[in-house]
């Protein structure tokens, strides 16, 4: 049986691309001449995932898209980078998952069309499921795009192994007339039955008087 010691976790600020501060996490090992936990004595590689099929709410309306983990054990801390189409959405938020509620919130930065969420505990994580959570507003317009992890997502300052699964988001209505003919719905009263919209330099017209115009 290994002899678990109890550990300090002893967290610093540094600076990495465009002013980002992120969390570099140390352990020391208290009473023992024994060496921490390398890499290579951990367990498996975790593997952080994005939903492939998240359903997009309206315009204007939160979109929550959960990071999720399928082994969090011996977890003291991450840094993840997701990056989001900044034409569809914008960033409100970052919250725990229901894995990390005995942690404080994470730290939530912005860095040229990714958001960067970085947290740590004293205590490890266990188990598997949403590790963190990031709240958007959804933008005019949008439709489907890819939410993606980036280079900088580490977990232990980088000493646990990850792989990553991307994900992506599509709307439910879309712009098409569906099952129905809609009669009670208000539109923007110059495309009824027609092909296309026949104001020059549009190139579609969305309901509610929303209109896209052309670049």
């Not at 610093?12 to 465009?18: E, G, I, K, N, P």
């Not at 090992?29 to 936990?37: F, I, K, N, W």
């Not at 919130?105 to 994580?125: M, Q, T």
């Not at 110059?190 to 052309?214: K, Q």
Request: hydrophobic share 45%; glycine share 14%.
């Amino acid at each position: 049986m290994k002899l678990r010691l109890p550990v300090v976790l002893s967290i610093r600020h540094h600076l990495v691309d465009a002013g980002v501060m992120w969390l570099a996490l140390s352990f020391v090992v208290l009473g023992s001449a024994e060496t921490p936990v390398l890499s290579s004595e951990y367990k498996a590689v975790r593997t952080l995932s994005i939903g492939s099929d998240l359903s997009l709410p309206g315009a204007g309306e939160e979109f929550s898209v959960s990071v999720m983990i399928d082994d969090a054990s011996d977890l003291v801390g991450y840094r993840i980078q997701v990056l989001f189409p900044e034409l569809q959405l914008t960033p409100l938020r970052a919250e725990n998952g229901l894995l990390a509620q005995a942690w404080g919130n994470p730290i939530f930065k912005l860095d040229l069309g990714s958001v960067i969420l970085v947290n740590a505990g004293a205590s490890a994580l266990s188990g598997s499921g949403e590790l963190a959570r990031i709240v958007f507003t959804v933008l005019p317009g949008a439709s489907n795009g890819t939410l993606a992890f980036g280079s900088l997502t580490e977990l232990n300052d980088g000493a646990i192994a990850h792989t990553t699964v991307d994900g992506g988001f599509s709307s439910d209505g879309g712009e098409g007339e569906g099952d129905g003919e809609g009669e009670g719905e208000v539109g923007c009263g110059c495309c009824a039955g027609m092909d296309a919209c026949p104001i020059p330099g549009v190139s579609g017209c969305f309901i509610h008087s929303v209109i896209i115009f052309a670049e």
